[in-house]
């Protein structure tokens, strides 16, 4: 017999039900900002603090959106990208920085990021920006 359980308890969906956000940067502080504007749209969130960290979490589960740092330890996110793309598939990328030149503006579009965003940054932009990557 079947038994309908009371889900009015239950703060959080399932992780499972969760989209899943790769926030990848160098520096503490933008990690922490990034998760903040992730928290309001019920996102999961890994933390990738170099490449290496980065390729280990694409290979082990799937991503619906990656945020990626132009200068991750001097390695431009171009080619930290290159490491990701075919894990990652189509998977929406963002990236952000303090400085994009033409060149690199270009880099990103043959890479297929549609998305670069200026720092400083805030929480309301970067969820925007999120939003929209995700369609939600």
């Known amino acids: 017999v079947y038994k309908r359980q009371n889900l009015s308890s239950l703060r959080y969906p399932p992780m499972s039900l969760y989209k899943r956000l790769l926030v990848v940067d160098d520096d503490p502080t933008t990690l922490l900002l990034l998760e903040l504007a992730a928290r309001p749209l019920d996102l999961e969130v890994t933390k990738a603090n170099d490449v290496n960290r980065a390729v280990d979490a694409v290979r082990s589960q799937a991503y619906d959106l990656v945020v990626l740092d132009h200068d991750l330890n001097g390695v431009p996110g171009f080619e930290v990208l290159d490491y990701l793309r075919k894990p990652?598939?189509?998977?929406?990328?963002?990236?952000?920085?303090?400085?994009?030149?033409?060149?690199?503006?270009?880099?990103?579009?043959?890479r297929g990021v549609t998305t670069i965003l200026e720092k400083p940054l805030s929480r309301d932009v970067l969820g925007f920006a999120m939003r929209r990557a995700l369609k939600i």
Do not use: K
Not at 88 to 110: C, I, K, M, N, W
């Open 88 to 110: 990652l598939g189509g998977v929406p990328v963002l990236v952000f920085s303090g400085h994009v030149t033409d060149e690199d503006r270009a880099q990103y579009r043959r």
